[in-house]
């Protein structure tokens, strides 16, 4: 970890101790408050010690999402610039919303997997190559680009039934089948010898989950396992699809809850 991110680190742990409000990963870094106030003064900090190393923030690559609620208004300044107010952006190639949605992630990343997979096209209709070096190269290539981030996707079931459509697509194309030969989906996964994509999303997020269970309590992924809004009170109506929440489903079903996962 660079000296900034370090002497970063002091400032805020200085200043909240038991608060979670800075996230790094090379020049990537995102700040986390709950005020102008506050955020204001984690920029000024941030800017500070950056010109101390000869760095500067670029205004124009800064990006301020309010996710929830925010005393006044959003308006951060950056070196004399106002800051662009955004309800989603890429972090880490992957998007994150204001409201936890993955929907934006989950339709990027069937975009990508669909134009790589439209670009092999020779690849697969080739018949002297076999059919199970088309589907490693289908594992490699287009599910890799698909399930990027996946572990982490708090996923509904009509984004469920999004990426079970493109990945039996995409294996009806390697196998050469159309709509007018009436396969079923079950007898295209039969003759690939491919999982639900459900299925494989949920052994990630069960493999994730375990790992960071197991993590030092220092770890960041582990804090924000275990964090709790300290006097949070949700509003009325349905909750909005958390990534908990699905691990919690995924848990039952092994016949688990969340405190036999921490044990």
Known sequence: MSCLALRLQELLLCATPSKLSDLDFADDIALLEDSLHNMQQLTTALEEEASRVGLYINPDKCKVMVSSTWSGSADVPVQGCTVEVVDEFCYLGSYVARNGSCE??????????AAIFGKMKKVWRNKHMSLETKL????????????????LWPLSVTLNKKLEAA???WLRGILGITWRDKVTNEEV??????????KVIRERRMRWLGHAIRMDEARIPKQALQ?????????????????????????????????????
């Open 167 to 169: 990945h039996h697509r």
């Open 104 to 113: 934006k992630d989950v339709r990027v990343r069937i975009g990508k997997a």
């Open 227 to 263: 964090w709790e809004v300290v006097g949070f009170k949700r509003k009325p109506g349905r909750p909005r699809t958390s990534w908990k929440g699905v691990a919690e489903k995924d848990l039952q079903r092994m016949g688990l809850t969340w405190e036999d996962s921490s044990r």
């Open 189 to 198: 996964r039969n003759r690939t010898g491919k999982t639900l994509i459900e």
């Open 136 to 151: 490693r190269l289908y594992d490699a290539l287009i599910l890799s680009t698909l399930l990027y981030g996946a572990e």
